[in-house]
């Protein structure tokens, strides 16, 4: 059977002030009118059942995950005891899917990302799972054909087409680091590269023999979570072994590894939403290019980007190129063109005993 596994650990800290520890980006509203991991569920139906839906995130968001996600059997939401990065994820959710399910099937997405349109991304998920289906031993990464030379993303080398049909299916050649911007307009002018999204199909059997081929301590470290899980010592167990686990990707763990490996070309429209620069793109600006969420009256104002919530109005006078995000008990503004060291701000909140606005 197939089991969607929505990855939802992070912490979302670009999106400060709204996003915090316990309610970080993808317990957000960001875009449409449902929150991100919701509408990553959202994307699911009609080809993964309800209670073949799994969710891995961590202690501190997991009451709030349940409140949003009721459709998901509350077993179903697993809960990391420390962050670990992908592999320990992806491994953690294989054991479990693997106790139901001998021949499960993993389609694997984070919880973050906004996708269009449902109906292209149900037929990428569709091809994906009937390949694995085909050929359990294979692994399908999606690739986003790239809209810009980003140096944020990752990227993927594709090889030559196999197999006829839509959406298109490749090999893959290599996978290359966040290029500096000169190599990123190569890629973008040479055209056989993608960006490297983070969604994944697979099976559950599959990756975790080639965990147990190419990181064979985490192997082992997955097969005593899965031997005090089938004992009934669930918590326990998870809470004493996952965070001896090597903290590794996936992608580093198996996938430059493995020879199995192919990309889907994404027949959908696809952002990881890294941002508050993200929301002009994804909602819209008025004639002045400001993007607002909520009340908001701006004069002389251009470029801005303004979110607020309830009845409190952010007025502005002659401004250029801020963010503007008001909460309940901390605002932000700042220059956008320093959106990328919002995480200074937090360090810095930390060290002056500020711990509580994190």
């Known amino acids: 059977m197939l089991h969607a596994v929505i990855m939802a650990g992070g912490s979302g800290t670009r999106f400060w002030p709204q996003s915090r520890q316990r309610l970080p980006k993808q317990l957000l509203r960001l875009a449409g009118e449902r929150t991100m991991i919701q509408q990553t569920l959202d994307r699911c139906q009609g080809w993964a059942l309800p209670g073949n839906s799994w969710v891995v995130t961590n202690e501190i968001q997991a009451a709030t995950t349940r409140e949003q996600l009721p459709a998901v059997p509350a077993g179903n939401i697993l809960i990391e005891p420390a962050a670990r990065n992908t592999a320990p994820c992806v491994g953690l959710a294989a054991i479990e899917i693997l106790q139901k399910d001998p021949d499960g099937i993993m389609f694997v997405m984070p919880a973050d990302h906004v996708i269009q349109t449902t109906e292209a991304f149900a037929q990428g998920a569709q091809r994906a799972i009937e390949l694995v289906q085909k050929s359990p031993e294979t692994l399908v990464l999606f690739g986003v054909t790239p809209t810009f030379p980003s140096t944020g993303y990752g990227y993927i080398e594709r ?41 994944f199909c697979w099976s559950a059997r599959t990756i975790l023999r080639l965990l147990e081929q ?15 899980i089938a004992q009934g010592n669930r918590e326990a167990v998870i809470a004493a072994e996952f965070p001896q686990l090597k903290s590794i990707s996936i992608d580093y763990a198996v996938l430059e590894r493995a020879q199995n490996v192919v990309v889907q070309e994404a027949p959908f429209l696809w952002d990881d939403v890294g941002s508050w620069l993200s929301l002009p793109r994804l909602n819209g600006v008025d004639a002045d290019h ?48 320093q959106s990328e060291r919002i995480k200074e701000l937090l360090v810095a909140l930390e060290k002056h005993d500020l711990k509580r606005f994190l």
Request: charged residues 20%.
């Open 159 to 199: 090889g030559t087409q196999i197999e006829d049909g839509t959406p298109r299916l490749y090999s893959v050649n290599a996978f290359r680091e966040k290029p500096h911007l000169s190599l990123a307009e190569q890629y973008m002018r040479e055209g056989r590269f993608f960006w490297n999204c983070g969604i």
């Open 290 to 337: 400001n993007t607002a969420d909520g009340l908001f009256c701006g004069v002389d104002t251009q470029g801005c980007i303004v979110r607020t919530s309830g009845d409190h109005l952010v007025a502005t006078l002659g401004l250029r190129n801020l963010i503007i995000v008001h909460t309940d008990d901390a605002t932000l503004v700042a220059d956008a063109g």
């Open 214 to 228: 190419f990181e064979p301590e985490l192997y082992a470290g997955l097969m005593r979570i899965q031997q005090g």
